[in-house]
């Protein structure tokens, strides 16, 4: 693949490597957006039809993207944090049982469990990340698999970590959760869009989004994958397009005991959302043309020798295998302030993140060997 920069409209003496906080938006969704709100100048030109259509072809666009069995599986929400609000509502989970969460994970899928520990009387183990610099992603991978036990109802943390981009073994943690009887709950928020990801082959039962950054929507729009497992679940709330034959505007008083099929019960309120549905469904027809194995592999030829340098000059990055190419934290060599780093790195006009101690690096198809030169001089 070749660089995208032409297809996004950003600044061109900056070097935004900084992906993971939100991403630059595409022209193609700038427009779909821009199209989009001038329609609702003739409110006629919007058929009862379109509140169905436009939702039907984007859930079968992030079906594709996640190699979910239908586009049923897929609903739509506006936070990470209503997501897991779903799934921690329709899990089962017994006093004394466990909840294993990675240690400084996004707090949206945290807090969630932590009031479901609370009602129910259930634990929370959280698995430390190893201070160890060598194999520091392995390690913490077995340290995953080793919390798992009879006791556990829920996994939930992410495929990668937030801060480290650690990357996480989720086959072999689905299987053993699975073989206690839990659930694998996954935020895909800063993998899905630019790491592969196949919820079968993986064994996840849920897989929640948000969709501003990798999947390079606008900010207030999601996705959740949720399981068969869950399709009899409570919804967080009861919207009317939810139900059985909401189709007809006409008999909606005709209230009805019955959902529309699979995931769409879990559907946010006014998830027909013009504008935004139109604007990610650009953005999601992007991601699938470019492929995200293309996206790995033009991340990890823009950064695998820097990094090696990096290394070499006394910066820790954990090794190739277990880490993602599109984001990964750096540690500064002894007591460095990572927030002064940052502040050198603006002033040259480089734009990263500092998350946990880590100074997060997470390039994208719209950078360039000069973005990584620029930002390899300062370090
Ligand atoms: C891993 C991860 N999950 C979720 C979010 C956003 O959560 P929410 O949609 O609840 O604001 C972020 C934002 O940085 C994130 O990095």
Redesign the pocket.
């Known amino acids: 693949m070749f660089c995208q920069k032409d297809k996004f409209d950003l600044e061109p003496h900056l070097h935004y490597i900084n992906g993971?906080?939100m991403s630059p938006q595409l022209k193609a969704v700038e427009a779909a957006g821009l199209a989009a709100v001038s329609r609702k100048n003739r409110p006629y030109s919007i058929a009862p039809e379109d509140f169905f259509s436009g939702k039907k072809r984007l859930r079968a666009l992030f079906a594709q993207l996640i190699h979910a069995p239908s586009a049923e599986h897929v609903a739509f929400i506006p936070?990470?944090?209503?997501g897991i609000g779903i799934v921690a509502r329709n899990v089962s989970i017994k006093p004394g049982q466990t909840i294993v969460l990675t240690e400084a994970?996004?707090p949206?899928?945290v807090y969630s469990w932590l009031r479901l520990a609370e009602e129910q009387g259930a634990e929370i183990i959280t698995v430390p990340m190893p201070e160890a610099r060598e194999n520091r992603g392995q390690i913490w991978n077995e340290r995953i698999l080793d919390a798992i036990d009879g006791r556990t109802a829920v996994v939930a943390m992410?495929h990668i970590h937030?801060a480290t981009g650690t990357l996480f073994d989720l086959k072999a943690i689905s299987d053993k959760v699975h073989a206690a009887g839990g659930v694998l709950v996954i935020?895909g928020?800063?993998s899905v869009g630019a790491l592969p990801h196949d919820v079968q082959a993986l064994g996840v039962d849920a897989l929640i989004c948000?969709g501003y950054?990798w999947l390079m929507g606008p900010y207030g729009f999601?996705y959740a994958y949720l399981s068969e497992r869950f399709w009899n679940g409570v919804p967080l709330e009861e919207n009317w397009i939810n139900r059985e034959n909401s189709e007809n505007f006409a008999d909606l008083t005709n209230y009805r005991a019955t959902y529309q099929p699979g995931a769409l019960r879990f559907d946010v309120g006014e998830s027909s959302n013009f504008i935004m549905v139109a604007m990610c469904t650009a953005a999601l027809e992007q991601l699938l043309e470019w492929g995200q194995e293309s996206i790995q592999a033009y991340c990890h030829d823009l950064t695998r020798d820097a990094v090696v340098q990096w290394q070499a000059r006394g910066y820790w990055a954990d090794d190739a295998r277990y880490r993602a190419q599109h984001l990964f934290g750096i540690q500064l060599p002894d007591g460095a302030d990572p927030l002064a780093l940052q502040q050198q790195l603006k002033a040259k006009n480089i734009l990263v993140s500092v998350r946990g101690g880590f100074v997060r690096i997470s390039p994208n198809v719209y950078n360039d060997p000069a973005d990584i030169a620029a930002l390899s001089a300062v370090l």
């Open positions: 993971a906080y936070s990470v944090s209503y994970q996004f949206s899928n992410g937030w935020d928020t800063q948000g950054k999601g």
